[in-house]
Structures are given as C-alpha cells and as structure tokens.
C-alpha cells in the first residue's frame, strides 16, 4: 500500500509538533544545501521556530544574499526613498519647531521693550509688569553687590598701600638715624684730630715773639 497524503494543518499537540519541526527543518537545511551544491545555486535560508529561535542557512554571505534580494525585487530603493523622506520630515519638523521658537522669543524681546503691546490684554500686561518688577529688582541687586564688591577691593588696596607707606616711612627714618650716626661719628673724629693737633711743643714757630 503506498503511503496516505498528510493533511496539513496545525498540528494540536505540542510534543508532536515540536518533533516534525526538528525533522522538517534539518530535511529542508539538507535540501537547501543539496541545492546549492548541484546547481551551484546562491541559497539562503532562514528559520524561525515557534519559539523564536533562528536557524539559518547561506551557501554565501547571508548580507549579501539577503541585500540582493532586496534590490532584485525593488525594497531597496524604496527603503531608501522612505528613509530620506522621514529624514527630510525630521529637519522640517525640527525648523518649524525653530521659528516657532524664535518668533516667541522675538516677541517677549519687544514687550520687554515695551513694543507691540497692542496685543497683549490686561491679565498679560499685568504678568508683564511684574516680569519687569523683578528683573529691575534682580539688576539693582547686582549692581548692589557689585558695588559692595568694588568697595571692598578698594579698601584692601587702601590698606595695602598704608602698610606700604608705613614700610616706607619706618626705611625712611631708619636711613636718616643712620645718617645722622655716621655724621656725628665724623664731626668726632675730625674735632678729635683738631685737639690732637693743637696739643705738644707745636711748630717751629711756637713761642717765638716778633
């Protein structure tokens, strides 16, 4: 009797199931590589099974094989077009985005200037002014503590230069005491060799009455 037609269809059991997979799949790894042996054919097969798992098959470089097939049947130029087009979506987005932001910002610029307040209502005007409020609060806080700053680097430098000057003033006095020492030091000597000098028998001439 020759051998009943399978019905295909799902197969219930799990155990079951599981056993055709692994019989079917090494059948079909072993057909692929056959095929690809006699007919000196580029095959590339993939497996996924039931549980997520990959069994695969390349008689050359999958990459390669799976690149030429996506441009064989057109997928790469339309990957390619469909990348470009969200790209260019991206950036104008991101421009919209931009001048949006700078046409907000323009105009937060003006009413701080005061300008182009004709648009702006009561309850906006009032926000405004307590905007500015604080902001010249903020400034005369800073010029403040710039000034606080200012003041005390001037008072380090004030009293930097007393010390200095005192440093100066106590040389000074020192190079003067010293002067005067050396000063009354000669006048010393010099009224010291006058005495030395008057003293004795004298000259030739001592004592002699014209």
């Avoid at 059991?13 to 006699?38: D, M, P, W, Y």
């Avoid at 991101?94 to 910002?105: A, C, G, H, P, V």
């Avoid at 323009?106 to 926000?127: P, R």
Wanted: positive net charge.
């Amino acid at each position: 009797m020759g051998r009943g037609k399978v019905e295909l269809k799902r197969i219930e059991n799990s155990t079951s199931r599981q056993v055709t997979f692994s019989k079917r799949k090494n059948g079909l790894l072993k057909k692929a590589f056959e095929l690809s042996i006699l007919c000196d054919a580029e095959v590339a097969l993939l497996i996924f099974s039931p549980s997520g798992k990959a069994y695969q098959f390349a008689s050359h470089d999958m990459d390669r094989s799976i690149a030429r097939y996506r441009n064989e049947v057109g997928l790469m130029e339309f990957n390619n077009y469909q990348r470009s087009r969200t790209i260019e979506q991206f950036w104008m987005s991101e421009i919209d985005n931009l001048r949006r932001t700078i046409d907000t910002l323009e105009a937060k610029h003006k009413h701080l200037a005061g300008e182009d307040l004709s648009t702006l209502g009561m309850k906006e005007l009032k926000q405004l002014e307590r905007q500015l409020k604080n902001g010249v609060e903020r400034i005369r806080a800073k010029k403040r503590r710039i000034i606080s700053e200012h003041i005390s680097l001037l008072k380090k430098r004030q009293r930097a230069l007393q010390e200095d000057n005192t440093r100066l003033q106590k040389k000074v006095k020192l190079h003067e005491a010293n002067l005067n020492t050396r000063a009354f030091g000669a006048e010393e000597c010099d009224a010291f060799g006058r005495s030395s000098g008057s003293s004795g028998f004298g000259g030739p001439h001592d004592g002699a009455v014209i």
